[in-house]
Nanobody, 129 residues
Framework: QVQLVESGGGLVQAGGSLRLSCAAS????????MGWFRQAPGKEREFVAA????????NYADSVKGRFTISRDNAKNTMYLQMNSLKPEDTAVYYC??????????????????????WGQGTQVTVSS
């Protein structure tokens, strides 16, 4: 089992940057594929980015491709989301999530909420215009 805690959210102007962190408990962090999702008010939770157990494979939603970068440091049990060129439409609560998936690759459903077993409580990101 793993517990996840997000941090790094806040208020930023359009065009600015933020780096989110997701700290995981437990000694098996490196056996989990990880993902970032977000949920804006009145909208469903949506996929943002995913990374496999050692960071060799990543995938992004089209809306963030080229602006966001997902990474992880298994020695620190932490995953990151570097967000650049932020837009007002990026405003949302950002959640990190984990799925037990030891081995390279992300599988076919890395974007699906149902693939992830563990979730953090979320961190608010607000981008002002």
């Amino acid at each position: 089992q793993v517990q996840l805690v997000e941090s790094g959210g806040g208020l930023v102007q359009a065009g600015g940057s933020l780096r989110l962190s997701c700290a995981a408990s437990g000694r098996t962090f490196s056996t989990y594929a990880m993902g970032w999702f977000r949920q804006a008010p009145g909208k469903e939770r949506e996929f943002v980015a995913a990374i496999d157990w050692r960071g060799g494979y990543t995938n992004y939603a089209d809306s963030v491709k080229g602006r966001f970068t997902i990474s992880r440091d298994n020695a620190k049990n932490t995953m990151y989301l570097q967000m650049n060129s932020l837009k007002p439409e990026d405003t949302a609560v950002y959640y990190c999530a984990a799925q037990s998936r030891p081995g390279p690759g992300l599988g076919s459903y890395y974007y699906s909420i149902s693939e992830y077993n563990y979730w953090g409580q979320g961190t608010q990101v607000t981008v002002s215009s």
